[in-house]
């Protein structure tokens, strides 16, 4: 029996999952909601490093691994490729496609946190959709901006914070109510493609407003690579039935 170890935490890797049978194991980090109505095992939480994805490779047996993580979760993509290098395990990914400007976008890149912070400077009501980074900065704010931050994480905010809770997928409608609420006038994002978080940039196009947009990590080669959801479990189905 061929066992596939997929890593998830994405939608993407959520759709994947559906489909595999019992045999097989999805494993996430821990920080979003944990699935409980899966065929396929569910394990959660961090191998520990290289070693410890090496070792588990091993301990169970696993034949392929499906890289579906975030496409910014680097390092666990990263710890995917040299783990499966030493246990000789072919490694699929699965990486959305860039989202690419439109007429009338005004996109402003950064490579890390100190570009963006010089980026949002001329601004007062910044969007930060970047997770959780944000929240580690909260005591950078300026006296001249109030930010709003959306991400996975319940936190009380401060006088020039206010943090969202939320989780995608986000429609046009709300989109827009949350710019006119907060009063938006950038927004901060990752280059996360895909359909779910999309609608954001649709407003700020809409209200000819920048978007600062934080460049996507480099990440590793893999045997096989993969668009979207859909062709990697195709692809799946093939490989597990072929003989
Ligand atoms: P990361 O920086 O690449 O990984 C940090 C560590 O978390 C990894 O070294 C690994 O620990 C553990 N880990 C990450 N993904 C895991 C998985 N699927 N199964 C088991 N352990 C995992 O990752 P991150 O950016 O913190 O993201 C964490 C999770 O959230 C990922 O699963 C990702 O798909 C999801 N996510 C991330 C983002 C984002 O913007 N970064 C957005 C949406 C969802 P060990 O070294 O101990 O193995």
Redesign the pocket.
């Known amino acids: 029996m061929k066992r596939v170890l ?5 939608g993407d ?1 959520l759709a994947i999952a559906r489909d595999l049978p019992a045999a097989h194991v999805y ?6 909601r944990v699935p409980g109505d899966l065929a396929c095992a569910v ?8 070693d ?2 090496t070792r588990y490779l091993r301990a169970e047996h696993i034949a392929l691994v499906v ?13 995917a490729h040299d783990a499966c290098a030493l246990a000789g395990v072919p490694l699929w990914a699965v990486r959305r496609p860039e989202w690419q400007p439109q007429p009338g976008d005004d996109w402003r890149d950064a490579a890390g946190w100190t570009e963006i912070v010089e980026r949002i400077a001329p601004f007062h009501r910044p969007l930060f959709t ?4 944000a929240l580690g900065h909260l005591h950078e704010v300026p006296a001249s901006q109030h930010w709003t931050v959306r991400c ?1 994480e319940a936190h009380p905010g401060h006088a020039r914070a206010t943090i969202i809770d939320a989780r995608g997928p986000f429609d046009l409608d709300g989109e827009r109510a949350l710019f006119d609420a907060a009063g938006v006038d950038v927004v901060v994002s ?1 280059n ?1 493609g895909g359909r779910a978080t999309e609608a954001k940039l649709v407003v700020a196009r809409e209200r000819g407003l920048p978007v600062v947009m934080l460049a996507r990590p480099a990440l590793p080669e893999s045997d096989q690579s993969f668009d979207d959801a859909a062709s990697a479990r195709d692809a799946l189905q093939h490989w597990l039935t072929r003989p």
């Open positions: 997929l890593l998830g935490g994405t890797a494993s996430l980090a821990g920080l979003a394990r959660v939480g961090g191998f520990g490093g290289v410890g994805l890289d579906a993580t975030h496409p910014y979760a680097a390092q666990m993509s990263r710890h970047l997770g959780r980074e996975l990752k996360s």
